[in-house]
């Protein structure tokens, strides 16, 4: 089963505070996601990033893939109240397959 | 589109009664996932159905946990007896078989309550 680590697990910030979520892992995945949940909701996918290196931004949320394709980051510039939310990493597991595993999440709260 | 229909959305149960979970998945989508969500964790994929084969089941507790897809459409998800710990989200995703974009769309999830 490959894992993986997210960090931190918890994070409390101001409104207009910059902030980064790493996700981390031993193993190699074809491709990585970022989902956003929120309480009574099924996980939300924000991003998709294929290419090791690859660099995609969504208004204020930056996502980088490691270049081995081992690892990644979601930066949010600015953080508003609307951020919060518990953010997931998930990578997708190489062949047809398509299995999906995900990350222990980071339960992010932006304080007006 | 429709998403993806979980039902029921909550649900309790006393230890060592059983329960059922039912998923309709997005039309003309092949693969089925379930996942087991624990309050403030990251889901952990329990089983997943291309069309109604069993791809994956390795972290399904088969002692208890049993799902199917006999049609390739709509799945069961079904713990007898259930035990504390299995107080979770159930959530159920669906793929094409060959994702777009590598898109998994997820239900809301049935949030289950074991005392």
């Known amino acids: 089963t490959q894992l993986l680590e997210q960090s931190p697990q918890f994070l409390s910030i101001q409104e207009g505070e910059n902030l980064t979520v790493y996700c981390n892992s031993s193993s190699v995945f074809s491709s990585l996601q970022w989902y956003r949940q929120e309480p009574g909701e099924g996980p939300v996918l924000l991003v998709t990033v294929v290419t090791g290196g690859e660099v995609k931004k969504l208004k204020r949320l930056t996502f980088q893939f490691g270049d081995a394709r081992k690892d990644s980051s979601l930066h949010i510039t600015a953080a508003q109240p609307g951020d919060t939310g518990l953010y997931l990493c998930?990578?997708?597991?190489?062949?047809?397959?398509?299995?999906?595993?995900f990350g222990s999440g980071t339960q992010l709260t932006v304080l007006p | 589109e429709a998403g993806v229909a979980q039902s029921p959305r909550y649900k309790i149960i006393e230890k060592r009664q059983s329960v059922a979970f039912w998923c309709n998945p997005i039309?003309?989508?092949?693969?089925l996932y379930w996942y087991q969500q624990i309050l403030g964790q990251g889901p952990k994929l329990l089983i997943q159905f291309q069309n109604n084969g069993v791809v994956d089941d390795s972290q399904l507790p088969k002692d208890r946990f049993s799902a199917e897809r006999l049609k390739g459409v709509d799945s069961t998800l079904k713990i007898q007896p259930a035990k504390l710990e299995d107080s979770a989200v159930y959530l159920c995703?669906?793929?094409?078989?060959?994702?777009?974009?590598?898109?998994?769309?997820f239900g809301e999830g049935s949030w289950l309550t074991v005392v």
């Open positions: 995703a669906s793929s094409p078989s060959f994702p777009v974009g590598n898109t998994i769309y």
């Open positions: 039309s003309g989508h092949a693969t």
């Open positions: 998930a990578g997708f597991s190489s062949g047809s397959a398509r299995q999906l595993t």
